[in-house]
């Protein structure tokens, strides 16, 4: 095992490290719980939408979440765990591909946020025309 391996796994044996690991758990379950919901939910119903926004924001920390741990796991040489975490990760992001028709958040503001956030970084990253370059003003003389 790798320098870098070793000593993630000797952090995730550490307080913080087992804090952030449960933090990245409990994802993976409110991700999982709220695909239940959106699944058993009537059709175009607030709560299937309430469902499926909660699952759309919480599926790529999840899937993130659930890569290193079975990562983690592989380092350590704990195998069972890393065959259920594969296949938690091949269900998430299963889940996560399909169905993608259904009305979430993301669908309608998340995509006039996205929008918005696109036109303020592309409005900052257009060059400068000579007059604004200019500090000291057309009139003047640098030295």
């Known amino acids: 095992m790798s320098s870098g391996l070793a000593s993630a796994v000797m952090f995730a044996g550490s307080l913080p490290g087992s804090i952030l690991l449960t933090l990245g758990q409990a994802v993976v379950v409110v991700c999982a719980c709220s695909d239940m919901v959106r699944l058993m939910s009537v059709p175009r119903s607030h709560r299937r939408y309430l469902a499926n926004t909660v ?61 918005w956030f696109s036109r303020r970084i592309a409005f900052g990253l257009t060059p400068a025309s000579a007059a604004a370059m200019s500090v000291a003003g057309p009139g003047s003389v640098s030295r």
């Open 55 to 115: 699952f759309r924001t919480l599926a790529l920390p999840a899937i993130l979440a659930t890569a290193v741990r079975a990562l983690l796991d592989a380092a350590s040489g704990v195998w069972p765990n890393v065959t259920a975490g594969m296949f938690v990760l091949v269900v998430l992001i299963y889940r996560w591909r399909t169905d993608t028709d259904e009305d979430s958040w993301w669908k309608g503001k998340g995509k006039a946020l996205g929008r």
